[in-house]
């Protein structure tokens, strides 16, 4: 089985009846929706809130029951992928443009549980570019002191060519690329500080389950402070 689908799997197993469930976004995050549905449909009674359009519409035709957030009172767990996973579990996210709404959801939520392929564990973060959220109102000027952090900041485009990448919240993503972030905590704050910024890719302190598959088919769940 596929390393991601395989983590998925695991993870949608901590799920039990009457829990409020956080759904991710991405490659990953699809498996545990798919696996979550299949269960759904043998009788496992949930309600769930998507961190995206996609994963709401993916949701709702797997026949999972949505709730929004102006009718839930907690989630008592969310299953989400990642870009990047440390030893220490920071973890960084919004590779799939839906950071904002991922932060909300998780900081919202009991348990997080990350799943991700072993391609995501990382000895230091920084290598894949930081996604960061901003508003469009002077945007060439927010890029600029993103760029003061140390960073070539690369705003996101659609593949199409479409112009600037738009989240579901009507906002630009800056892709940060740092090469090594050294203090992800003081980097977080940094960059929440600057105006026009929404929010940043940095989940600090956040995950509370990582659960990794391998390509040797096996999947595990870590222990804080090991790989
Ligand atoms: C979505 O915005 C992201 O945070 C994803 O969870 C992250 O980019 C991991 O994506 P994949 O599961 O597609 O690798």
């Not at 799920?15 to 490659?27: F, P, R, Y």
């Not at 957030?69 to 799939?96: N, Q, Y």
């Not at 973060?125 to 000027?141: A, D, Y």
């Amino acid at each position: 089985m596929e390393p991601k689908r395989a983590a998925a799997e695991q993870a949608a197993a901590y799920i039990s009846d009457g829990m409020v469930v956080g759904l991710g976004t991405g490659t990953t995050a699809y498996w545990a929706i798919q696996q979550i549905g299949k269960r759904v449909q043998e009788g496992l009674r949930i309600r769930a809130i998507a961190t995206s359009s996609h994963s709401e519409s993916l949701a709702r035709e797997l026949g999972i029951p949505m709730i929004s957030f102006s009718e839930l009172d907690r989630i008592d767990l969310t299953i989400d992928g990642a870009d990047e996973v440390d030893r220490a579990w920071h973890v960084t996210k919004g590779g799939g443009g839906a950071l904002l709404p991922e932060k909300i959801v998780a900081s919202a939520s009991q348990k997080l549980v990350i799943i991700v392929d072993e391609s995501k564990l990382v000895p230091q973060l920084g290598k894949f570019p930081l996604p960061v959220e901003i508003v469009k109102f002077g945007c060439e000027w927010t890029l600029r002191r993103l760029a003061e952090l140390g960073c070539t900041p690369t705003l996101r485009t659609f593949s199409s060519g479409d112009g600037p990448y738009m989240t579901d919240n009507g906002n630009y993503i800056a892709d940060c690329a740092f090469g090594r972030i050294d203090d992800p905590n003081a980097l977080h704050e940094r960059i929440n500080h600057i105006p026009g910024v929404v929010d940043n890719g940095l989940f600090i302190g956040m995950a509370s389950h990582v659960i990794v598959g391998y390509r040797d088919g096996s999947v595990r769940e870590l222990e804080k402070g090991t790989f």
